[in-house]
Nanobody, 124 residues
Framework: QVQLVESGGGLVQAGGSLRLSCTASRRTFSSYGMGWFRQAPGKEREFLAAGTWSGGRTNYADSVKGRFTISMDNAKNTVYLQMNSLKPEDTAVYYC?????????????????WGQGTQVTVSS
């Protein structure tokens, strides 16, 4: 069983940056996928980025390429999502997810464990 806790959300002005953190109670196998998703009110869950604890594999949604970066700190069992050039439409609850396979795909079904979410609000 893996418990995930997100933090780092908050209120930020458009054009600003935030770094979200997701700390895992234990690290999954180093080649297994970790992902970031978000969900805005009335919207479906949206894939943002995914990667592996080691090996350098990453996958980004086209909508966030060049703005968001996923990274790992293996020593802290923590996954980060650096978000730059934030826009009001980025406002959502952001979730991290852990998989039990090699997949770093965009489908939520590829992931087995989910955090509680952290709110990100971007004001204009």
């Amino acid at each position: 069983q893996v418990q995930l806790v997100e933090s780092g959300g908050g209120l930020v002005q458009a054009g600003g940056s935030l770094r979200l953190s997701c700390t895992a109670s234990r690290r999954t196998f180093s080649s297994y996928g970790m992902g970031w998703f978000r969900q805005a009110p009335g919207k479906e869950r949206e894939f943002l980025a995914a990667g592996t604890w080691s090996g350098g594999r990453t996958n980004y949604a086209d909508s966030v390429k060049g703005r968001f970066t996923i990274s790992m700190d293996n020593a802290k069992n923590t996954v980060y999502l650096q978000m730059n050039s934030l826009k009001p439409e980025d406002t959502a609850v952001y979730y991290c997810a852990a998989g039990l396979s090699y997949s770093i795909g965009s489908s939520a079904s590829a992931y087995n464990y989910w955090g509680q979410g952290t709110q990100v609000t971007v004001s204009s």
